[in-house]
């Protein structure tokens, strides 16, 4: 019969209207603020920069070989690379970023720059509350503003930050292993510029 | 005691007027009774814009607004400070207007809008002895400055230079054309009934009491028929869903007034709603007995109160209409307004001519049903046969 | 000749000179809508509500809609590049001369400006109703017959040619 559906589908929102102040399982929303929902470890936001250690400047991974910057895809990425070297997490000398900086506003979240990072030195945050008055500066997050420790890391990634943490005191420990051999008294034959990943 | 609690906005009136010179009488009077139409329904039109959307939360199993509430504190009132929080921030919002809108006509267009819908308040009896002007053709002043809007539909669509609220305001028109007919034909069917068009004449004709039930057209079979075609080219004409094509968010963004901004935007909304009050005050004033107690033992409760709560009513049915029923395509609106409201609404005047001419009894309420359930069914099912409308299967990718 | 009968004839004299001579065709249709707008109040202020808000009803609400709807479907839409006045434009003076003359003299003696006023007649609605379905009957019912012949004139041409195959 012409128009059963209407009064069947009235029906269902009447239920669902009276439902909702009967059941609290119906109500679906989450009052913001005050209640949270805890992220999935998967969650991500905008990049961050590693660094091991307490001291973000000392022991930041980065070592500003611009590949991120060349793969990000809106370009939000800048990086100057320094002049001097400081020794990175194998004690080999290496360049560092002089200027970092990333726009969050044109960043849009796609995670390539942590896929093509070959020193795991960029992650991805979960932090979403970036909210701010000011939409030129306040956007633009520089370098020391970006870096999280590694325990930060391994308390929102922990899965992903294990893994990372094991492969690289793998390569630590080639590294040292391969020091201690070209110390001894016999020439090493010239050493693999970098470890293949995953190794 | 009960009358003068009923009267008490008309005492309350000629009690001023007596303290002005006699010169400035009719002046003042006019204006009292505008400012107390334009307070009242801007107060209704507040509370419905908070009532819409805490019901529609619950349909679809949300809180809705809960924050607003009282300045500085941390009272929420259930939300109840959204209305004044939106108006707020419509008055303090940019106006933009498009560098290639006609600017003259994009400025008039929310203005000659908003007027015709303030005038057809002016016909409405919201009370006894209350309505602004009770005028012989009152009726036909309802419908003629109802027509009027679609021009302003359409100055704003053509206005703003945009083809969203071009294509808006062309649904708009072709919509409120269609289902004017239907809507004046379930009119007439009631001022066959009175024999007047005049609002105050049509309430007094369903001021009786029959048995248990009042004398309301509503209650009779072509009455019954009639308030349900009224009701749906009602919501037709002030484009509420399920006919909200022209707004149609998800297929022309916000259609006719897609380039308004600010307070201008704010006026075509208020006229929204306060069209649509004033035509779901029409059709109390048509087939629900206008401001009349649905029981004798009621009456106490002054008339204008049982106005406003038969329009609050229809108010929350349109809304959970709204919760309910989705959007219709446009040419199942135009096959609707054509092959089944307009039938419907000429046959009910057939129906309303031979229970008016039937004496009072069994076989009248016999005939009278059998003339609406019989088309009713008909209608039905000649427009369902031929399509397959068996419940739809989705494939969904893997 | 009262100041509201003045004000309103003076608006819509105005709305109907802007109706010919504005180079929008919108704008035209628009302006012609004030006009309409005055006349109903005109009729207003005579007293005659009916035809007050037929007026409003059928012109504002129908007419100028087709009007408008008219103007978009056609190429009408944008301003003319040429001039508004045609290099004819004398032989048109002359002609409208001729017929406002030609109409001004039949009116003026024709027993229709003889008849002296009636006595106020208050013309309910109901009346007007009566009036219809009893004394002039047969005009409604040839009316009634016209507009159904052109609605159906105009649905058969509106009407989908059959796809021969």
Same mark, same amino acid.
């Given at each position: 019969?012409?128009g059963?559906?209407?009064i ?15 059941s609290?399982e ?8 005050e209640? =949270?929902?805890p992220?999935?470890?998967?969650? =991500?936001?905008?990049p961050f920069?590693l ?9 930041? =991974? *980065?070592?500003a070989?611009?590949?991120c910057?060349?793969?990000c895809?809106p370009?939000?990425?800048y ?6 070297k400081k ?11 002089? &200027?970092?900086d990333?726009?969050?506003?044109? *960043? ?5 720059c942590?896929?093509?990072?070959p ?8 932090e979403y509350e970036?909210?701010t ?9 520089? &370098?020391?503003?970006?870096s999280r420790?590694n325990?930060?890391? =391994?308390?929102?990634h922990p ?9 690289l005191?793998?390569?630590?420990a080639?590294a040292?292993?391969?020091?201690k051999?070209?110390a001894?008294p016999?020439?090493?034959?010239p050493?693999p ?7 | 005691?009960? /009358?003068?609690?009923? +009267?008490?906005f008309?005492s309350?009136?000629?009690w ?9 009488q009719?002046?003042?009077s ?6 107390? @139409? ?12 908070w ?8 349909i679809q ?6 924050r607003a ?5 941390n009272i929420?009132l259930?939300? %109840?400070? +959204?209305p004044a929080?939106d108006?707020?921030?419509a008055l ?9 809108? /006609? ?12 007027? !015709?819908?303030?005038?057809s308040?002016?016909?409405? !009896?919201?009370?006894?002895n ?5 005028? /012989?053709?009152?009726?036909?002043f309802?419908?003629a400055?109802?027509?009027?809007t679609?021009l $302003?539909?359409f100055?704003?669509g053509w ?5 969203y609220?071009l ?6 028109i072709?919509q409120m054309?269609?289902?004017e ?8 069917s009631v ?6 068009l ?7 004709? +369903?001021s009786?009491?029959h048995?248990?039930?009042p ?5 009779t ?13 009602a ?5 509420? $869903?399920?006919?909200d ?6 297929? @022309? ?8 901004s ?8 208020l006229?929204e709603?306060?069209?649509m009050?004033?035509?779901?005050g ?47 395509r446009? /040419? +199942? ?7 089944f ?5 000429? %046959?009910?005047?057939v ?10 009894g069994? !076989?009248r309420? %016999?005939v ?19 399509k397959n ?10 | 000749m ?14 109907a000179?802007?109706a010919m ?5 919108i ?9 309409f ?32 709807f008219?103007i978009l ?6 301003v ?8 004819s434009?004398i032989?048109?003076?002359?002609v409208t001369?001729a017929?406002f ?24 609605v109901?009346e007007i109703g009566d009036?219809?379905?009893?004394k ?27 796809v021969?195959k």
């Amino acid at each position: 019969m012409l128009g059963e559906g209407i009064i069947k589908g009235m029906a269902e929102t009447a239920r669902n209207f009276l439902g909702s102040y009967v059941s609290d399982e119906r109500l679906t929303t989450v009052q913001y603020p005050e209640e =949270r929902i805890p992220q999935i470890e998967n969650a =991500r936001q905008f990049p961050f920069l590693l660094y091991d250690g307490d001291d973000w400047h000392a022991g930041m =991974r *980065c070592v500003a070989c611009q590949i991120c910057e060349k793969e990000c895809p809106p370009k939000c990425i800048y990086i100057e690379k320094s002049k001097d070297k400081k020794p990175d997490y194998t004690g080999k000398a290496q360049f560092y970023p002089a &200027k970092f900086d990333i726009d969050i506003s044109v *960043c849009m979240s796609c995670q390539i720059c942590v896929e093509v990072c070959p020193f795991d030195a960029i992650k991805m945050d979960t932090e979403y509350e970036l909210s701010t008055t000011d939409r030129f500066g306040g956007l633009l997050i520089n &370098k020391q503003k970006l870096s999280r420790s590694n325990s930060h890391f =391994r308390q929102i990634h922990p899965t992903d930050a294990a893994e990372v943490d094991m492969r690289l005191a793998a390569e630590k420990a080639k590294a040292e292993a391969k020091a201690k051999a070209a110390a001894a008294p016999k020439p090493a034959p010239p050493a693999p510029v970098a470890a293949p990943i995953g190794a | 005691m009960s /009358d003068t609690f009923d +009267q008490i906005f008309v005492s309350l009136k000629h009690w001023l007027l007596g303290y002005l010179p006699v010169w400035s009488q009719p002046v003042i009077s006019c204006l009292l009774s505008i400012a107390v @139409i334009i307070v009242a329904f801007a107060t209704l039109f507040a509370i419905t814009t908070w009532l819409e959307r805490k019901g529609l939360a619950r349909i679809q199993n949300r809180y809705g607004p809960n924050r607003a509430g009282i300045p500085l504190t941390n009272i929420s009132l259930f939300g %109840l400070g +959204q209305p004044a929080a939106d108006g707020i921030k419509a008055l303090t919002k940019e106006d933009i207007v498009p560098f290639a809108a /006609d600017k003259l006509v994009h400025f008039f267009a929310p203005v000659v809008l908003v007027i !015709p819908v303030l005038l057809s308040y002016a016909v409405l !009896p919201i009370g006894r002895n209350m309505v602004a002007v009770d005028m /012989d053709a009152g009726l036909l002043f309802f419908f003629a400055v109802g027509a009027a809007t679609e021009l $302003s539909v359409f100055m704003a669509g053509w206005s703003s230079r945009n083809k969203y609220a071009l294509l808006g305001a062309m649904r708009a028109i072709a919509q409120m054309v269609s289902y004017e007919i239907p809507l004046i034909l379930s009119s007439v069917s009631v001022i066959m009934m009175v024999g007047s068009l005049s609002t105050v004449k049509i309430v007094e004709a +369903q001021s009786t009491y029959h048995g248990l039930l009042p004398d309301w057209f509503v209650f009779t079979p072509w009455g019954f028929a009639g308030f349900i075609l009224f009701m749906i080219s009602a919501l037709a004409e002030s484009n509420r $869903s399920p006919f909200d094509l022209p707004e149609g968010e998800s297929e @022309i963004v916000a259609g006719y007034f897609i380039e308004y901004s600010g307070f201008k935007f704010a006026l075509f909304f208020l006229a929204e709603y306060l069209g649509m009050f004033a035509i779901s005050g029409l059709g109390i004033t048509l087939f629900l007995g206008g401001w009349h107690a649905p029981f004798a033992w009621l009456t106490w409760i002054p008339s204008w109160a049982w106005f406003f709560i038969k329009l609050v009513t229809l108010v929350l049915i349109l809304i959970w209409i709204r919760g309910t029923v989705p959007r219709l395509r446009m /040419d +199942q609106l135009m096959n609707f307004a054509w092959k089944f409201m307009l039938p419907m609404a000429l %046959l009910n005047l057939v129906g309303v001519a031979i229970w008016h001419f039937m004496t009072p009894g069994l !076989p009248r309420w %016999l005939v009278g049903f059998a003339l609406v359930v019989g088309p009713y069914l008909l209608l039905g099912r000649g427009l369902m046969a031929g399509k397959n409308l068996a419940k739809r299967t989705y494939r969904f990718a893997e | 000749m009262t100041l509201p009968f003045i004000i309103l004839a003076v608006l819509t004299i105005a709305a109907a000179v802007a109706a010919m001579s504005l180079r929008n065709l919108i704008h035209c249709a628009l302006a012609m809508v004030g006009a309409f707008g005055g006349l109903a109040a005109l009729y207003l202020q005579l007293d005659a509500q009916f035809v007050g808000f037929t007026q409003i009803l059928v012109y504002i609400g129908a007419v100028a809609i087709l009007i408008v709807f008219a103007i978009l479907l056609t190429r009408g839409g944008q301003v003319p590049e040429k001039a508004l006045f045609s290099s004819s434009w004398i032989w048109g003076v002359l002609v409208t001369v001729a017929v406002f003359g030609t109409l001004a003299w039949t009116i003026k003696n024709s027993f229709a400006s003889q008849r002296v006023p009636a006595e106020r007649v208050e013309a309910t609605v109901k009346e007007i109703g009566d009036a219809l379905m009893t004394k002039f009957v047969l005009p409604l019912e040839v009316i009634g017959l016209l507009l159904t012949a052109a609605l159906i004139g105009a649905v058969i041409i509106a009407m989908r040619d059959e796809v021969k195959k």
